[in-house]
């Protein structure tokens, strides 16, 4: 059974603070992993990974692949209140729907 | 380009009622699915569809029928509504499906139900 496994659950920071969040997974033919930030309503698409060690950089979030290993970071840095949210990191694997985790709840505080 | 359209945004129905939540996208999308979200659950696959015609069940499929008659459209139902079914479901959707996709969904505003 695919399985995606995120750490911490949830994370309080201040302004300015680096954040690692971790995604494990456990999947069959692995396809793609992707990365998602909820606030209130619907998750919105931050980043896709399909290959192994390439970093994707978005203005201050970055987040990279490590297929041998079966782990994705989701790196935030000099954070801001706005990026309070859950972050959800998800699996596409063979011929099955993606597979969520269970989210990252991070906290910024001024 | 509305994306994908859920409707009713909010609805509270009472035990044993039945309901269906709409989800309709405008983007030719074969892939559409139902997810629902409980607090420090992630999202939970009721159930998916590759295409007109075809459905099939995810991880929590219980209480929850679906058809998919036109590419459109994906609507969820529940047949006899059910206190653990108070949840906030989601409809999302995909361009491409199966080997070589990769897999990035279209999220609706969400769902939010209640039931009593």
């Known amino acids: 059974e695919d399985k995606v496994v995120q750490s911490p659950l949830s994370l309080v920071v201040h302004e300015g603070d680096t954040v690692t969040l971790n995604c494990s997974y456990e999947?069959?033919?692995?396809?793609?992993l992707l990365w998602y930030k909820q606030e209130k309503k619907a998750p919105t698409f931050l980043f896709m990974l399909?290959?192994?060690?390439i970093e994707k950089k978005s203005g201050r979030l970055s987040s990279i692949l490590d297929k041998k290993e079966l782990f994705s970071i989701l790196n935030i840095t000099a954070t801001q209140t706005g990026d309070s949210a859950v972050y959800l990191c998800?699996?596409?694997?063979?011929?099955?729907?993606?597979?969520f985790g269970k989210g990252t709840r991070l906290s910024v505080i001024a | 380009n509305a994306g994908v359209t859920q409707t009713p945004k909010f609805q509270v129905l009472k035990t044993g009622q039945s309901m269906t939540l709409q989800c309709a996208q405008d983007?030719?999308?074969?892939?559409m699915s139902w997810y629902r979200q409980d607090p420090g659950m992630g999202l939970r696959l009721i159930h998916y569809?590759?295409?007109?015609?075809i459905t099939d069940q995810g991880e929590v499929p219980n209480g929850y029928n679906v058809s998919r008659s036109t590419t459109e459209d994906f609507p969820l139902r529940l047949l006899s509504a059910a206190p653990s079914q108070t949840s906030v479901y989601f409809c999302?959707?995909?361009?491409?499906w199966g080997v070589g996709a990769t897999g990035e969904l279209f999220f609706g505003e969400g769902s939010r139900l209640t039931v009593l």
């Open positions: 999302a959707s995909s361009y491409s």
């Open positions: 999947v069959t033919n692995f396809r793609s």
């Open positions: 399909t290959s192994s060690g």
């Open positions: 998800a699996v596409a694997g063979g011929n099955t729907p993606l597979v």
């Open positions: 983007m030719n999308h074969e892939y």
């Open positions: 569809s590759v295409g007109a015609g």
